[in-house]
T-cell receptor, first 112, second 116 residues
Framework: SQKIEQNSEALNIQEGKTATLTCNYTNYSPAYLQWYRQDPGRGPVFLLLIRENEKEKRKERLKVTFDTTLKQSLFHITASQPADSATYLC???????????FGAGTQVVVTP | GAVVSQHPSRVICKSGTSVKIECRSLDFQATTMFWYRQFPKQSLMLMATSNEGSKATYEQGVEKDKFLINHASLTLSTLTVTSAHPEDSSFYICSQDASGNTDTQYFGPGTRLTVL
């Protein structure tokens, strides 16, 4: 069965440092991978999409890599700020009609 | 990005009652909406796909008679939890595609259901 694994332990990081999150998947050959941010009691907010033929993608202080050989995506938050504290979810498409399967998410806590 | 609203944001009900949750697309028409459920500390789990003008398709293990979905217009989908029980207490979230682009989805703010 298809599985998505994210580090369940919270990532505590000091302001200004780079946070790196990992998303590993098995039994998938996804055309793309997505990252979302979720704050407590709120729905996920789309951050980035990276396609299978892209190695890296950036958006402001965010950077995502996608290694289809390792079946892994890395999500980096550079120059982290306390406002970046949230849970970050990776998601893969289950089909071509928009259905998504999510990882459990990794909580990031940025301290001043 | 697209704006999706949900109502109510929180609901507390007694066991055995039915609860309706609305999901609205505020700035464009959505032929397809998705309903997810999220238990504490767990990932979002897809429950069903809501198609405008036709029957919803449910994921394996989701009871269609318990979770009634109606998508009567291009801007509104509703999820009714019938005869709710405490184990139905969860965070229910809807999402929709961005103008037919299935690569990007926009999520509503979620509805916290607590069944006593």
């Amino acid at each position: 069965s298809q599985k998505i694994e994210q580090n369940s332990e919270a990532l505590n990081i000091q302001e200004g440092k780079t946070a790196t999150l990992t998303c590993n998947y098995t039994n998938y050959s996804p055309a793309y991978l997505q990252w979302y941010r979720q704050d407590p009691g709120r729905g996920p907010v789309f951050l980035l999409l990276i396609r299978e033929n892209e190695k890296e993608k950036r958006k402001e202080r965010l950077k995502v890599t996608f290694d289809t050989t390792l079946k892994q995506s890395l999500f980096h938050i550079t120059a982290s700020q306390p406002a970046d504290s949230a849970t970050y979810l990776c998601a893969l498409p289950r089909d071509s009609w928009g259905k998504l399967q999510f990882g459990a998410g990794t909580q990031v806590v940025v301290t001043p | 990005g697209a704006v999706v609203s949900q109502h109510p944001s929180r609901v507390i009900c007694k066991s055995g009652t039915s609860v309706k949750i609305e999901c609205r697309s505020l700035d464009f028409q959505a032929t397809t909406m998705f309903w997810y459920r999220q238990f504490p500390k767990q990932s979002l789990m897809l429950m069903a796909t809501s198609n405008e003008g036709s029957k919803a398709t449910y994921e394996q293990g989701v009871e269609k008679d318990k979770f009634l979905i109606n998508h009567a217009s291009l801007t509104l989908s509703t999820l009714t939890v019938t005869s709710a029980h405490p184990e139905d207490s969860s965070f229910y979230i809807c999402s929709q595609d961005a103008s037919g682009n299935t690569d990007t989805q926009y999520f509503g703010p979620g509805t916290r259901l607590t069944v006593l």
